[in-house]
């Protein structure tokens, strides 16, 4: 019992411990080497080792635009979930088991550990390079809407375009041909 509680104050209370963000850019791609240099110390086959390696590439060429997807994005979730969890788990998995018996003994659907471990790589590469389309999709819809925007504004650029800098010029139709010649409004009445 301490002096507060003579005079009716509470203890004060503990502060809340700060939670971690979300990883950082520099996090994720400090994960990167980790998980490749892991890769290349456990001397995985290179079939393993060219798929993870498609995988961190996409991954690195998609973090700095990964922004464009907003916060929260499941896409952005996914990126960040390969680098910290299904990358690691995938090859710190396979680098657990002794290597004649993990690139040999078939354990489900008759594929060894390697066959699995490769099929894996190849659906997170398939799926890093769909959020890397989507992460890319927002600047390419804006260069759409621009150029739309500039054909309305000034005109087709097959057509020369109007720069809209002055007043338009007056276009006059000729007159529709009939086969006969009309007479021409100045001309004297016969």
Known sequence: MGIRSWFGLSEPEAPEPVRPG????EQLLEALQLIEQQARDGKVPGVVL???LRVTRI????????DNLGLGSSQGFSVMATVTDYLP???GNYLRL???WADTRPIAAGKSSVMLLV????LLGTTMDKVYDAVNRADAEAIIIHGAFLEEKFGHASAGGVLGLGPDPVQVAPPPSTGTPSPSPLAPPE
């Not at 979300?22 to 850019?25: A, D, E, G, S, V």
């Not at 991954?59 to 990964?66: D, I, M």
């Open 50 to 52: 060219s798929r993870l």
């Open 98 to 100: 002794p290597r004649d």
């Open 59 to 66: 991954v690195r060429q998609t973090l700095p635009r990964l």
């Open 22 to 25: 979300p990883p950082t850019t």
């Open 119 to 122: 099929d894996q790589l190849d």
């Open 89 to 91: 788990v995938a090859i």
